[in-house]
């Protein structure tokens, strides 16, 4: 019976899989695949689904700069229980290479509230207890900050947190971690993703039940000391001595997540009790059914949230994502929902950019520190090239030495990991992405969404006291450095297709660039795949292009490394007497600049 699916595959119905067919093959003949989960691809053959089935099987499922995203379901490029124990027994045989003390260290593990996420957490214990490697996860759903705290404190040789972070449900995925608490970086990302590889067969994945891993003693639940570790170590973040003007209402939402109970905890601890949470997104929930997407990025996620604030008279709403590692704030503020940033408004509240909330939280802390003395000449801060450079501005003013990295916190972590190294006397004291991502805590080496949440919430009471809107601090950051903004332009190819546009787009640029865009000429074209741009900036190869115009605007452009789709990033400052006019003009150039990326998307 295969053999004749097989060659119905094989024969002219099908020309359109001929180089899908080996892996199709494959998967049909694996002795570790149920008859059941095969039966959904032989379901698909059947029904000469030619499309699909081209897209389940044309690639493996790729690492990007989150580890391994897809949508769940049966299929190489997807994400199943037989690609995760694959990806695993890759990580397990790298692991194996450093000897009995590398197993015995073993690998903490933590799920978030997606399907299948808590059965693909122990289908990765499974594996790593089969190779004789400890597994240690934890026994409910666990935010990423958390995962990442516990593999330094456990001094465990690796981590696997199972999350799609902010995709929509149909997707889940494993992020992989290494000893120093972050995601892989160079040397172990390639060495792991050549141990993965090499396995041709799922069978290959050694794999044991979990019950049978708990009885072997190499499978072990993390205890709530752990936990306990954690928020007293948050406690450190606090800056603001004074207890007073934080009774004002927070409106808080998980979107679904695992965010619940740890932000309480967190905000209660930092002397905000006045914490009102979404009911209908309170408790965990993989279909999460009142948005689309489970992202604090787009003003559809936080609809609900600002709907209940404006309700309540709350002013201000935090939202995270599932794995509760990136922080959306929105702002009550109506006058510049009606004005300057009604782009940015949803009713009469301001959703913060992420490029606006990090240059926020990095004078606030600055300034705070700097004030109360605390502020320490070997304290450095850590952005990616594609965040603002107004955060570079703002830590200039204070004398604090401010990096660039690759996109992504796993190189963040990696630098201050270089630092720790080198025993160059450089002290972390925060670092930031765009995209809604900071790194507040030394001790986590991922993003953070609790502990940049309290931060924001002293933030908060701090202008309070002062009887100032975030929106009037951002404006006065303005007239000190200029008026910036950001834009990212997402534009979403999926399937093979996609990937094709995408390669071609970014081809095209490389080898005809646009020399002018909005009447700027380019006068610089920084291509992070040339060695010259590596060793000039001291940063990774990375398929990243970013164009610099003669007026001080840029434009970066990439693939995404988690997701199906090609990013742009605007970035303009403008600088007048007048910071409002200052500001209009700086949007007049980002419009006039997004319709001409999008004229060069449009070609394709």
Request: proline letters at 4%; charged letters at 25%.
């Amino acid at each position: 019976m295969l053999q004749e699916t097989l060659n119905e595959l094989s024969s002219s119905n099908f020309s359109m899989l001929n180089d899908c067919f080996d892996k199709i093959s494959t998967w049909l003949k694996d002795s570790s695949i149920t008859e059941e989960d095969k039966q959904e691809i032989l379901t698909l053959i059947k029904n000469k689904k030619t499309e699909e089935l081209r897209d389940r099987f044309y690639r493996d499922l790729e690492f990007g700069t989150g580890g391994m995203r897809g949508v769940i379901g049966m299929g190489a490029n997807r994400l199943n229980k037989y690609v995760i124990r694959r990806a695993v027994q890759g990580v397990a045989n790298y692991i194996k290479k450093f000897g009995s003390e590398g197993c015995s260290r073993g690998v903490a593990i933590a799920h978030d509230s997606r399907h299948f996420s808590n059965e693909f957490a122990k289908e990765a214990a499974s594996v790593l207890a089969a190779n004789g490697i400890k597994a240690f996860l934890f026994p409910t759903l666990q935010t990423t900050p958390c995962l990442s705290f516990a593999i330094r404190k456990l001094n465990c040789i690796s981590g696997f947190c199972i999350t799609a972070s902010h995709n929509p449900p149909q997707y889940n995925g494993i992020k992989v971690y290494w000893d120093y608490g972050s995601q892989i970086i160079p040397p172990q990302d390639e060495e792991i993703l050549s141990h993965v590889f090499a396995l041709k067969n799922y069978s290959e994945a050694k794999c044991i039940s979990f019950n049978q891993g708990v009885d072997q003693g190499l499978i072990h639940y993390i205890s709530d000391e752990i936990l306990n570790n954690y928020f007293d170590d948050l406690n450190n973040l606090s800056i603001l001595k004074n207890n007073s003007n934080k009774d004002f209402e927070i409106v808080y939402t998980p979107l679904h997540g695992t965010g619940k109970i740890p932000t309480l905890r967190a905000l209660n601890n930092f002397g905000f009790k006045n914490v009102f949470v979404v009911p209908e997104q309170a408790e965990p929930n993989g279909n999460f059914p009142t948005v689309k997407k489970p992202n604090p990025e787009e003003a559809d996620a936080l609809s609900l949230a600002i709907s209940y604030a404006t309700a309540r008279k709350s002013q201000y709403v935090f939202a995270t994502d599932p794995d509760s590692d990136r922080l959306g704030i929105a702002v009550y503020d109506p006058i510049m929902a009606k004005g300057l940033l009604k782009s940015q408004a949803k009713d009469d509240f301001i959703i913060l950019n992420g490029n606006q909330t990090a240059s926020l939280l990095i004078d606030f802390i600055l300034k705070t520190r700097k004030n109360s003395g605390t502020l320490k000449p070997q304290h450095k801060i850590v952005k990616t090239i594609v965040t603002s450079d107004l955060v570079a501005n703002i830590c200039s003013t204070y004398g604090v030495e401010c990096f660039n990295t690759l996109t992504g916190f796993k190189w963040i972590a990696g630098l201050v990991q270089k630092w720790e190294k080198e025993k160059n006397g450089f002290e972390y004291l925060f670092g930031t992405e765009e995209s809604f991502g900071y790194m507040p805590n030394n001790n986590v080496r991922d993003k953070d969404a609790i502990g940049a949440m309290c931060q924001a919430a002293e933030m908060l009471a701090f202008l309070t006291a002062q009887n100032k809107s975030p929106c009037e601090y951002l404006f006065e950051i303005f007239a000190k450095y200029g008026a910036w903004q950001e834009h990212l332009i997402n534009v979403d190819l999926y399937g093979e297709e996609g990937s094709r546009k995408i390669a071609q787009m970014m081809q095209t640029m490389r080898e005809k660039p646009i020399q002018e865009w909005c009447g700027e000429k380019v006068v610089n074209i920084i291509d992070y795949l040339t060695p010259e741009v590596q060793n000039k900036y001291q940063i990774a190869k990375s398929n990243v292009l970013q164009f610099l115009l003669a007026d001080g605007s840029k434009i970066s452009m990439r693939p995404s490394g988690t997701e199906p789709k090609l990013k742009f990033y605007l970035s303009v400052c403008t600088k007048e007497t007048d910071t409002k006019v200052a500001y209009q003009k700086t949007l007049n150039k980002i419009d006039i600049l997004s319709k001409e990326v999008h004229r060069f998307i449009n070609l394709f």
